[in-house]
């Protein structure tokens, strides 16, 4: 999740760069093909598959039919069918509310309201996160160009580089928690695992030992990490569109730091831009937190089915109202995974049928509430720091 020093987290070069959006079109209907081919981060050449692509520990064949039958299910309730409608609506108040607060920016002179229009600025922010995330699936319009065009709004928007996302995002997709091939798994100054602890040296061991307390503080810098990891990614990948992406970049830190310093002094500009940075990258990290930290970890030796592998790994947030806005349908993270091209204000009709068919066929499913979640996440974490603890004991 964090994107401080991601040179160093997810290497560009270190999977197959060709263009891949996860979505369940992209899955064989058993989920058993291959997607592309890298290597794990320990230099092990292996399949890069989708999730589950390998053979299912138990030797029942059902498993392997049990994403079609899924499938099956959601299609015949239409939930895979595009709700242009509902982004119609989403993205025009996600601009009513740009315009608010920029305009807010403009015209009040109250130091002290600039602060809370900051924070209302970070909230902004996430919702057109929640757009580009939504394009990247293509879960908008049919088809890839029309969704690709309007990935390079939020883009402009959030500064930050729409095929760094989508590759970064679908790695994670195609092998969520996997502990060799998930990128948001390799965090130099966290252990998602009592042997990413072990393997910790000097100051980072010293550190990882009480990554419970830091975790949340960290996630102010995930609004200027992602920043960086896009500039970082441009340079070092190979990116079809570099310059239109590059130049969307810099016309975001023009346009924002221009009306930023224009609006306020410059004090006041600086303080402005921390309160908005920080509490941006808080929520980004308060949103994708619970979909998986706690949540059992897997690694190159795992063999789970498609439907498992995302199941077992992912982690609902119960819903309510207040909550399918916050996290932006991410809330249904199982469904999500499972489904990924299906527009968000549809999983929570498919969240009953997953969760049914779970129980039917004794596949373990979770559901938190979002105060919970972040508690099961903090234990997670102090448990699997232990070895760093105890190595100085």
């Known amino acids: ?43 092990r050449t292996r399949d890069r598959q989708s999730a ?47 315009a608010a607060s920029l305009v807010f920016l403009l015209v009040v002179g109250n130091f002290w309201l600039q602060l809370l229009n900051a924070a209302f600025l970070a909230c902004v ?32 928007v959030l500064g930050l580089s729409r095929s760094w996302w989508i590759d970064t995002h679908n790695q994670h997709h195609v092998n969520p928690n996997d502990l060799d091939l998930d990128p948001h798994t390799a965090l130099p100054i966290l252990a998602f695992s009592e042997e990413q602890a072990r393997s910790k040296r000097g100051l980072l061991r010293f550190l990882v030992g009480y990554q419970s307390f830091y975790f949340f503080p960290i996630l102010l810098l995930e609004g200027i990490g992602i920043r960086m990891a896009s500039v970082q990614y441009l340079l070092r990948a190979e990116v079809r569109q570099r310059l239109l992406e590059a130049s969307l970049i810099v016309l975001h ?23 908005h940075q920080g509490l941006y990258g808080l929520y980004f990290g308060s949103v994708f937190a619970p979909n998986h930290k706690g949540m059992p970890t ?19 947030i119960k819903a309510h109202p207040l909550t399918d806005f ?23 009709r498919a969240q009953v049928i997953v969760r049914a068919f779970c129980e039917e066929r004794s596949i373990p499913y979770r559901e938190s509430g ?19 603890r105890e190595a100085r004991a």
Not at 304 to 312: A, G
């Open 370 to 388: 979002a105060l919970e979640s972040n508690i099961e996440i903090l234990q997670f974490l102090y448990q699997v720091s232990a070895p760093a």
């Open 125 to 156: 922010f996430g919702q057109w996160g929640f757009l580009g995330h939504d394009a990247g699936h293509r879960q908008i319009f049919n088809g890839a160009p029309r969704n690709d065009l309007f990935g390079l709004l939020p883009s402009l």
């Open 298 to 316: 897997l690694d190159s030796k795992s063999q789970l089915d498609f439907v498992r592998r995302q199941v077992l790994t992912s982690r609902d």
């Open 326 to 348: 916050w996290y932006g349908g991410l809330n249904y993270q199982i469904e999500h995974h499972l489904f990924p091209s299906m527009p968000r204000n549809n999983l929570k």
């Open 253 to 275: 830190v023009a346009l924002y730091l221009g009306v930023v310093f224009y609006a306020l002094s410059v004090g006041q500009a600086v303080v402005f831009i921390l309160v």
């Open 1 to 43: 999740m964090l994107g401080v020093g991601r040179e160093t987290l997810c290497r560009p070069d270190s999977w197959d760069r060709r263009p891949l959006t996860v979505t369940e079109k992209t899955l064989p209907n058993n989920a058993s093909g291959a997607v592309a081919a890298g290597k794990d981060r320990k230099g």
């Open 52 to 98: 589950g692509s390998q053979e299912p520990a138990s030797p029942q064949a059902e498993q392997q039919r049990d994403y079609a039958d899924l499938k099956r299910l959601i299609t015949q309730e239409g939930l895979l069918d595009k709700q242009l409608g509902f982004y119609v609506i989403n993205v025009v108040l996600s601009l009513a509310l740009l």
